[in-house]
């Protein structure tokens, strides 16, 4: 499924300016802001599945800043 921002749009492909890494780095830190968003709200939609997985990715990523 894509967002609805993004429907239509590509992500810059081999030879455009942003490489893989430095797009991944720009999606992970927007989903860190998210995911503190919705931790501080907690939007009465934010079940706790919906917690957890977000809990189990922002540990993933964490864990992809440490190896780096």
């Not at 860190?32 to 990715?57: D, G, T, V």
Request: charged share 30%; aromatic share 10%; hydrophobic share 40%.
């Amino acid at each position: 499924m894509v967002p609805r921002l993004l429907a239509g749009k590509s992500l810059p492909r081999r030879g455009d300016e942003k490489s893989l890494d430095s797009q991944f780095k720009i999606v992970a830190e927007e989903f860190l802001e998210l995911f503190e968003l919705l931790e501080e709200y907690a939007p009465i939609w934010y079940s706790e599945q919906h917690h957890k997985r977000a809990l189990n990715a922002w540990r993933t990523l964490q864990k992809s800043k440490a190896t780096r």
